[in-house]
């Protein structure tokens, strides 16, 4: 079966005839599986969605954007520049395990490519060598015994983990993880103690997030439109456009850019310098909330950008936001403080607070 090229593609063009010639490509499996992932983006870009793509060449959607990623990864790591083992390693196979690198910069995904050969790491280690590299880089003072990364820093994250550990079979574990890893012999050395100090020290619990549920009526707020103070003209008042509420937020927007979202005035809100609001899933979150799914609203001050470690911040990871908890101060700047996390109203039967007779007198 084929996919039928979008809507806004009725005309036979080239773009048709090369759309064709690469759906081609990808049932027949020809080539390496990053000029699939190349192939896979090309269509998406030219109006093929992912169900379409997995329609006419057998390749899932999870599998299209796995390759794709893995092979903007691959391009990034060929442009900064890599031993030809690693070239070799990643040429047939390895999506899985360059994929996991996406987190990283440019720079750091090559040294984490290199790792990854010489250590022999499948996709899952990739993913600990990822996260162990990104977390490393945002300590604003790195430990000066572990100099050397990338190895010296995934050894840190295996030596914090171990010194953290009071089972001794598992943080005998770690600690071999961690001489595993450590480049340097400042690093071996750090490592090694752990071996005669048998000292743990508790790992620093991130703290709850800021969460309220609306529970009555009157804590919902809503916005009205302002058409001005008299004397106004017929015109004034028609030239308010109307506002549509959406979602359990009552999200009010207008035909310009920009909304508005009601928020009850509690001491914190109005205290706030330079508030601002974005919606997210509960999924989302640092810490998923417990219960069924529901868009939960995240109130952030941009005033509010020193570190403490009491709080959660939002940051800039490449180029999107996100909620992040810090045991200790970044070396990333911090956007904004997370003030509030509101949960919505619930509502049992959203046509019983319509009944006219249900107001009290």
């Given at each position: 079966?084929?996919?039928?090229?979008?809507?806004?593609?009725n005309?036979?063009?080239?773009?048709?005839?090369?759309a064709?010639?690469?759906?081609?490509?990808?049932?027949?499996?020809?080539?390496?599986w990053?000029?699939?992932?190349?192939a896979c983006?090309?269509?998406?870009?030219?109006?093929?969605?992912p169900?379409?793509?997995?329609?006419?060449?057998?390749?899932?959607?999870i599998?299209?954007?796995?390759?794709?990623?893995?092979?903007?990864?691959?391009e990034?790591?060929?442009?900064?520049?890599?031993?030809?083992?690693?070239?070799?390693?990643?040429?047939?196979?390895?999506?899985?395990?360059?994929?996991?690198?996406?987190?990283l910069?440019?720079?750091?995904r090559?040294?984490?490519?290199?790792?990854?050969?010489?250590?022999?790491?499948?996709?899952?280690?990739?993913?600990?060598?990822?996260?162990?590299?990104?977390?490393?880089?945002?300590?604003?003072?790195?430990?000066?015994?572990?100099?050397?990364?990338?190895?010296?820093?995934?050894?840190?994250?295996?030596?914090?983990?171990?010194?953290?550990?009071?089972?001794?079979?598992?943080?005998?574990?770690?600690?071999?993880?961690?001489?595993?890893?450590a480049t340097?012999?400042?690093?071996?050395?750090?490592?090694?103690?752990?071996?005669?100090?048998?000292?743990?020290?508790?790992?620093?619990?991130?703290?709850?997030?800021?969460?309220?549920?609306?529970?009555?009526?009157?804590?919902?707020?809503?916005?009205?439109?302002?058409?001005?103070?008299?004397?106004?003209?017929?015109?004034?008042?028609?030239?308010?456009?109307?506002?549509?509420?959406?979602?359990?937020?009552?999200?009010v927007?207008?035909?310009?850019?920009?909304?508005?979202?009601?928020v009850?005035?509690?001491?914190?809100?109005?205290?706030?310098?330079?508030?601002?609001?974005?919606?997210a899933?509960?999924?989302?979150?640092?810490?998923?909330l417990?219960?069924?799914?529901?868009?939960?609203?995240?109130?952030i001050?941009?005033?509010?950008?020193?570190?403490?470690?009491?709080?959660?911040?939002v940051?800039?990871?490449?180029?999107e936001?996100?909620?992040?908890?810090?045991?200790?101060?970044?070396?990333?700047?911090?956007?904004?403080?997370?003030?509030?996390?509101?949960?919505?109203?619930?509502?049992?039967?959203?046509?019983?607070?319509?009944?006219?007779?249900?107001?009290?007198?």
């Amino acid at each position: 079966m084929t996919a039928t090229p979008p809507d806004n593609l009725n005309q036979p063009s080239e773009n048709d005839i090369n759309a064709e010639e690469l759906l081609r490509s990808l049932r027949r499996k020809e080539g390496t599986w990053h000029d699939w992932g190349r192939a896979c983006q090309q269509l998406q870009k030219a109006g093929y969605n992912p169900q379409q793509i997995f329609e006419a060449t057998g390749f899932e959607p999870i599998q299209q954007n796995q390759i794709v990623v893995a092979a903007q990864v691959y391009e990034s790591i060929d442009k900064v520049g890599v031993s030809t083992a690693v070239q070799q390693r990643f040429e047939r196979t390895g999506s899985d395990s360059l994929y996991e690198l996406r987190i990283l910069n440019q720079g750091d995904r090559a040294a984490a490519a290199e790792l990854l050969v010489e250590k022999g790491i499948d996709s899952e280690g990739a993913r600990e060598v990822a996260k162990a590299l990104k977390d490393f880089s945002r300590l604003s003072t790195p430990p000066a015994e572990f100099a050397n990364p990338p190895g010296d820093a995934v050894a840190y994250h295996y030596w914090r983990l171990a010194r953290q550990q009071s089972d001794l079979q598992m943080r005998s574990r770690l600690i071999a993880m961690a001489l595993r890893f450590a480049t340097s012999e400042s690093a071996r050395r750090q490592v090694e103690q752990l071996l005669t100090d048998f000292t743990v020290t508790k790992a620093r619990k991130a703290p709850s997030l800021p969460v309220y549920r609306l529970e009555s009526e009157s804590e919902l707020a809503r916005i009205l439109p302002v058409v001005g103070k008299l004397p106004l003209t017929v015109a004034d008042l028609q030239a308010v456009p109307l506002l549509e509420e959406e979602g359990a937020f009552r999200l009010v927007k207008f035909s310009g850019t920009g909304a508005w979202v009601p928020v009850p005035g509690w001491q914190i809100v109005f205290s706030a310098e330079d508030p601002v609001v974005i919606l997210a899933d509960r999924d989302q979150l640092p810490h998923p909330l417990s219960g069924a799914t529901e868009e939960v609203l995240v109130m952030i001050d941009r005033a509010q950008r020193e570190w403490d470690d009491l709080s959660y911040f939002v940051i800039d990871n490449d180029g999107e936001l996100q909620l992040q908890w810090f045991a200790e101060p970044p070396s990333i700047p911090l956007l904004g403080r997370v003030l509030v996390v509101l949960r919505p109203k619930k509502v049992l039967d959203e046509d019983f607070n319509k009944d006219l007779w249900q107001i009290e007198e």
